[in-house]
């Protein structure tokens, strides 16, 4: 039998998880946990085997940084990183942090259970692209990567000056991409566009 963690601030989902995996007969769920913070006192106990991490948690804690920490500890135990948000950066970050696998919260009970057992046979399960969102007039996989580490940068309410010496690049550049979000999403100014990527979770500032 494999022992499960599930790390989930949302009981409803913690729940609907635990019984998809439990009626395979492979798995019993041992803890259900609300916080990544516990996370790794959890593991510590030697009961787990794999982790399923949510990427936001309860007090703000964050379960990419708490994956990281529990692959340094104990590079055993299997993790897969989930979230429900199209947040571009996560992707990256659940790989740096040693994570095994990565899905989203709105794939299907078999898919679900699929990445589970793949992962638990040593495959690492990463989806392709993010969920694409509508901001302003065009889907978000129309912006490139550097539009968006802008548009989160803006989100963190950071000027031109600070975005340019952060990317290397100079005030110019940072206006011609700024120019080019506008254009690209139609919206009047940057204050409103960045209210929508962050209302659409496209870009989290504090992750």
């Known amino acids: 039998m494999i022992n499960v963690l599930i790390v989930e601030d949302s009981i409803i989902v913690?729940?609907?998880?635990?019984?998809?995996?439990?009626?395979?007969?492979?798995?019993?769920?041992?803890?259900?946990?609300?916080?990544?913070?516990?996370?790794?006192?959890?593991?510590m106990g030697g009961n787990v085997d794999l982790v399923l991490m949510d990427i936001c948690t309860a007090d703000d804690?964050?379960?990419?940084?708490?994956a990281a920490s529990i692959k340094k500890h104990y590079p055993e135990i299997k993790i897969i990183m989930m979230t429900s948000m199209p947040e571009y950066s996560?992707?990256?970050?659940?790989r740096q942090a040693g994570a095994d696998s990565f899905l989203y919260k709105q794939i299907g009970q078999s898919e679900f259970q699929d990445i589970v057992n793949r992962t638990m046979h040593g495959e690492h399960i990463y989806?392709?692209?993010?969920?694409?969102v509508m901001i302003g007039n065009i889907p978000s996989t129309v912006l490139t990567r550097r539009e968006l580490e802008v548009l989160r940068m803006l989100a963190n309410g950071d000027k031109y000056e600070e975005i340019a010496e952060r990317l290397s690049i100079s005030v110019n550049t940072v206006k011609f991409h700024v120019k080019n979000l506008l254009a690209k999403t139609g919206f009047r100014n940057t204050l409103q566009m960045v209210v929508e990527a962050v209302d659409k979770r496209l870009v989290l500032p504090k992750y």
């Open 90 to 94: 996560f992707l990256e970050k659940a």
């Open 14 to 43: 913690a729940k609907g998880l635990q019984e998809s995996l439990e009626k395979t007969y492979r798995y019993q769920v041992t803890a259900l946990i609300e916080n990544a913070a516990n996370a790794e006192i959890i593991c």
């Open 61 to 66: 804690e964050s379960g990419i940084t708490a």
């Open 127 to 132: 989806p392709d692209e993010t969920p694409q």
